[in-house]
């Protein structure tokens, strides 16, 4: 993972962490870590000295409530789209996503 976008990854993983009022022990074990492991694996995702393969980013997503695209977006802003757009119910989803491709023709 490069640098910056691991650096984003990291905030994301322990904000949305955070947010959903988990430790990082039971995020570990959420995600089906093995028990000796758990907060210390979780820590070191958050600190980025470690980084989990996709199939435990896609459940750390999965657990925190969060688009697996959130925790992978390069930057904030499209972060915060995402965020906002995974709430709407899919109807409302299908309108944003044709507005903001019409917006990008212009």
Do not use: C, H
């Not at 907060?39 to 000295?49: F, H, I, M, P, S």
């Not at 896609?58 to 992978?72: E, I, N, R, T």
């Not at 390069?74 to 972060?79: G, W």
């Amino acid at each position: 993972m490069a640098p910056r976008i691991k650096l984003m990854f990291t905030k994301r993983l322990k904000e949305a962490r955070l947010a959903s009022g988990l430790s990082q022990r039971e995020l570990g074990r959420r995600i089906g870590l093995s028990e000796d492991v758990v907060a210390n694996r979780v820590t070191r995702y958050e600190r980025g000295t470690s980084e989990p393969d996709f199939e435990t980013t896609s459940k750390m997503a999965k657990v925190l409530g969060v688009p697996l695209a959130y925790l992978l977006a390069d930057n904030d802003v499209l972060a915060d789209i995402i965020l906002a757009a995974a709430s709407l119910p899919p109807r409302e989803q299908k309108k944003l996503a044709a507005e903001l491709k019409s917006k990008g023709k212009s």
